[in-house]
């Protein structure tokens, strides 16, 4: 028998429920706004970091053939590596208050004040750059440092909404908005698939940043041969001593991107002083930690774009593969630096061995193979079915096989680079329309929050 004090009871549970309930809604829509406000602001202030004619500069500059590129998608090991590089070629510290000063970035020397074309005092002239293969100055050498995807984005995320002076916002927001795109240099997927493809290249040297961080001498050896200076053990000892974690982080600003920031902040519209580290704690592993639906996105990303186009399936096998091949330099490339189908077999992690499906496809023992539902289907290509109906779609989710001849690696090659060269026209057209869509001159600040004039959904 319900009471009345059981009823009122459970009336008073309902509404306790339903306010809490409407309490957590709104919380969620208060934060929504607030990472659309502070993407507003990140967007429009990276977009006003490169000027047309710097960009234009950076990438038609008169490059040597002894010209030497560190190139890597934004916190992928672009300041370690630039000075491992400075200092593999006989510089030292003293030689600038700020390492971008010894060594220009690209896209941004000419609005700091500087030209690609200048002799730089030290031999061969160094870059940097986080530009995509089609879209950086041909004709040098490049160093290029790839990192976990999720590690990086922890490192991005940590950076550079401090140096746009730009409020908090969500990891969430940021990897979707800024690491899925946003960014100068596209997503960092599209940016690893375009070098990867180059990656046997005679004039490229791929590193990977936790194989330099478990063997520094090694990979700096390996550095300075590309670069044809010396690579004798007391050579490298010393590189690898003067760019240590410690040692660049005791260095301090020669390491922080000053130099950059207080000659750009104008144009981009930061009126503050310079509060971000570029050197902070070189941590292999720490996205791990990131929320659930982060990961997710990132694996998607990876699957969608990397898995596909090169059929490595993890940040770990694109590892393994390229440590095997810089210990087997010798095999076979493609005329654009991919291996063929027998050279990349033989050096790929090996899988479990493929038996048979009772349908006439392969099983490699993590799934049972069983006809579709519906329409008695029949034998596609390479061991899929096809319902007369859902075929494209069978086809797209199979494991994109390895180029059977010169002609396919061809045609393979040519989807890639049209494929990097829409992602970068979208990110470049996003980028237009976000600058022309940018918020009007900030207003002196009120006290309390100077980002109070950009009105916030109020609910």
Same mark, same amino acid.
């Given at each position: 028998?319900?009471?009345? /004090?059981?009823?009122?009871?459970?009336?008073?549970?309902?509404?306790?429920?339903?306010?809490?309930?409407?309490?957590?809604?709104?919380?969620?829509?208060?934060?929504?706004?607030?990472?659309?406000?502070?993407?507003?602001? #990140?967007?429009?202030? +990276?977009?006003?970091?490169?000027?047309?004619?710097?960009?234009?500069?950076?990438?038609?500059?008169?490059?040597?053939? *002894?010209?030497?590129?560190?190139?890597?998608?934004?916190?992928?090991?672009?300041?370690?590596? *630039?000075?491992?590089?400075?200092?593999?070629?006989?510089?030292?510290?003293?030689?600038?208050?700020?390492?971008?000063?010894?060594?220009?970035?690209?896209?941004?020397?000419?609005?700091?004040?500087? +030209?690609? /074309?200048?002799?730089?005092?030290?031999?061969?002239?160094?870059?940097?750059?986080? =530009?995509? %293969?089609?879209?950086?100055?041909?004709?040098?050498? %490049?160093?290029?440092?790839?990192?976990?995807?999720?590690?990086?984005?922890?490192?991005?995320?940590?950076?550079?909404?401090?140096?746009?002076?730009?409020?908090?916002?969500?990891? =969430?927001?940021?990897?979707?908005?800024?690491?899925?795109?946003?960014?100068?240099?596209?997503?960092?997927?599209?940016?690893?698939? &375009?070098?990867?493809?180059?990656?046997?290249?005679? +004039?490229?040297?791929?590193?990977?940043?936790?194989?330099?961080?478990?063997?520094?001498?090694?990979?700096?050896?390996?550095?300075?041969?590309?670069? &044809?200076?010396?690579?004798?053990?007391? @050579?490298?000892?010393?590189?690898?001593?003067?760019? *240590?974690?410690?040692?660049?982080?005791?260095?301090?600003?020669?390491?922080?991107?000053?130099?950059?920031?207080?000659?750009?902040?104008?144009?981009?519209?930061?009126?503050?002083?310079?509060?971000?580290?570029?050197?902070?704690?070189?941590?292999?592993? !720490?996205?791990?930690?990131?929320?659930?639906?982060?990961?997710?996105? #990132?694996?998607?990303?990876?699957?969608? @774009?990397?898995?596909?186009? @090169?059929? #490595?399936?993890?940040?770990?096998?694109?590892?393994?593969?390229?440590?095997?091949?810089?210990?087997?330099?010798?095999?076979?490339?493609?005329?654009?630096?991919?291996?063929?189908?027998?050279?990349?077999? =033989?050096?790929?992690?090996?899988?479990?061995?493929?038996?048979?499906?009772?349908?006439?496809?392969?099983?490699?023992?993590?799934?049972?193979?069983?006809?579709?539902?519906?329409?008695?289907?029949?034998?596609?290509?390479?061991?899929?079915?096809?319902? /007369?109906?859902?075929?494209?779609?069978?086809?797209? /989710?199979?494991?994109?096989?390895?180029?059977?001849?010169?002609?396919?690696?061809?045609?393979?090659?040519?989807?890639?680079?049209?494929?990097?060269?829409? =992602?970068?026209?979208?990110?470049?057209?996003?980028?237009?329309?976000?600058? !022309?869509?940018?918020?009007?001159?900030?207003?002196?600040?009120?006290? &309390?929050?100077?980002?109070?004039?950009?009105?916030?959904?109020?609910?």
């Amino acid at each position: 028998m319900i009471t009345r /004090n059981s009823s009122t009871t459970a009336a008073a549970t309902a509404a306790t429920a339903a306010a809490a309930l409407a309490a957590l809604a709104w919380r969620r829509r208060r934060a929504r706004s607030a990472d659309t406000k502070a993407m507003a602001i #990140l967007a429009a202030r +990276n977009a006003r970091m490169h000027s047309t004619e710097a960009i234009r500069h950076g990438r038609a500059f008169d490059v040597r053939a *002894s010209d030497v590129f560190v190139v890597t998608y934004p916190k992928c090991g672009t300041t370690w590596v *630039s000075a491992i590089a400075h200092f593999l070629r006989g510089g030292d510290e003293d030689d600038f208050g700020e390492i971008c000063e010894a060594m220009p970035w690209d896209i941004i020397a000419l609005d700091c004040g500087q +030209n690609c /074309n200048d002799e730089q005092g030290r031999s061969p002239r160094l870059f940097k750059s986080h =530009e995509a %293969y089609h879209t950086i100055a041909k004709g040098g050498r %490049y160093v290029y440092v790839a990192r976990a995807p999720a590690d990086a984005l922890v490192s991005f995320y940590k950076f550079l909404p401090p140096y746009m002076h730009a409020p908090h916002m969500s990891i =969430e927001a940021f990897c979707a908005g800024v690491f899925g795109g946003l960014s100068h240099s596209g997503g960092v997927w599209a940016h690893l698939c &375009g070098w990867w493809a180059r990656r046997r290249d005679a +004039n490229v040297c791929w590193v990977c940043y936790e194989t330099l961080r478990a063997h520094p001498e090694r990979e700096i050896a390996r550095i300075a041969r590309f670069m &044809g200076v010396p690579a004798d053990a007391a @050579t490298v000892a010393r590189v690898a001593a003067r760019t *240590s974690l410690a040692a660049m982080r005791a260095a301090g600003p020669k390491y922080d991107d000053h130099f950059v920031f207080h000659r750009l902040k104008g144009q981009i519209g930061i009126a503050g002083e310079h509060r971000a580290s570029k050197v902070r704690q070189g941590t292999v592993g !720490r996205g791990a930690a990131l929320p659930a639906s982060v990961r997710r996105m #990132l694996e998607a990303r990876w699957r969608d @774009t990397v898995f596909r186009r @090169t059929g #490595l399936a993890s940040y770990g096998e694109l590892r393994a593969v390229a440590a095997r091949e810089a210990a087997a330099p010798s095999v076979t490339r493609s005329p654009r630096g991919s291996y063929d189908a027998d050279g990349l077999a =033989e050096l790929a992690p090996p899988r479990p061995q493929a038996t048979r499906g009772p349908s006439g496809s392969y099983d490699c023992g993590d799934f049972d193979e069983a006809p579709p539902a519906g329409p008695t289907p029949t034998r596609g290509p390479r061991g899929s079915y096809d319902d /007369n109906s859902d075929f494209e779609d069978d086809i797209a /989710n199979l494991t994109p096989p390895a180029p059977d001849s010169p002609i396919d690696r061809a045609i393979a090659d040519a989807r890639a680079d049209i494929h990097d060269r829409v =992602e970068q026209r979208v990110a470049e057209l996003g980028a237009d329309e976000d600058a !022309r869509a940018a918020p009007p001159p900030r207003p002196p600040p009120a006290p &309390g929050d100077p980002y109070d004039w950009i009105p916030v959904e109020e609910d």
